[in-house]
């Protein structure tokens, strides 16, 4: 777990210069959490991160990660129920699946993420304006209102962690049998993504 450590210190050190660039642009708060409704797709790597936190929340917080896990189990009953065939294809795959649905990690009554240390590289990513080698990633719809394309460029940041997260994925695919993208529920309760 250590080299994931290191991964998170890239991502994260990127994302917080990405936020000294963005300034008053950056509107993500504690409180806030659009970007934390429906699924999105996680690396098996962000799952073990996840599993970790929540283990870790287990011995701290008990009744805590008692509802974390509740919330769990009904958001994977309701999903099943909805999309019944080919659950994790439909989640990964169609835009509007379960778009409302927020994600089981987030506490209703904080609006905050019970997991929010041991988060996916999605989640930490979401927001400023960040670039992933080639690719520019999604810059949250509630910030730069206004701000014009040069301005967001301006603020944009490269994170740079070479194949890192590539290369930790595939090992911990290799190691576990786990592959492939999952969605953060499946990853919290693995039983419940069987034959999806």
Excluded: H
């Amino acid at each position: 777990m250590e080299r994931d450590r290191e991964l998170i210190r890239i991502v994260d050190a990127a994302v917080a210069q990405a936020a000294r660039k963005s300034g008053s642009w950056l509107l993500c708060r504690p409180g806030c959490f659009d970007c934390c409704l429906g699924p999105f797709p996680i690396t098996q790597l962000d799952a073990a991160r996840l599993r970790s936190g929540l283990a870790e929340l287990r011995a701290r917080d008990p009744e805590r990660a008692a509802r974390l896990q509740e919330r769990v189990r009904g958001w994977n009953e309701r999903i099943r129920r909805d999309y019944p065939v080919n659950t994790l294809q439909v989640l990964l795959e169609a835009d509007e699946a379960a778009e409302n649905e927020p994600c089981p990690v987030l506490d209703p009554e904080t609006g905050t993420c019970d997991l929010y240390e041991f988060r996916p590289i999605t989640c930490r990513t979401f927001g400023p304006p960040m670039r992933f080698g080639s690719e520019s990633l999604a810059v949250c719809d509630l910030c730069f209102r206004g701000a014009s394309d040069a301005e967001i460029a301006a603020c944009e940041v490269e994170i740079e962690p070479g194949n890192l997260e590539a290369l930790l994925v595939g090992e911990l695919e290799a190691q576990t049998g786990a592959c492939g993208d999952t969605v953060v529920a499946f990853a919290l309760a693995p039983a419940a993504c069987n034959s999806t």
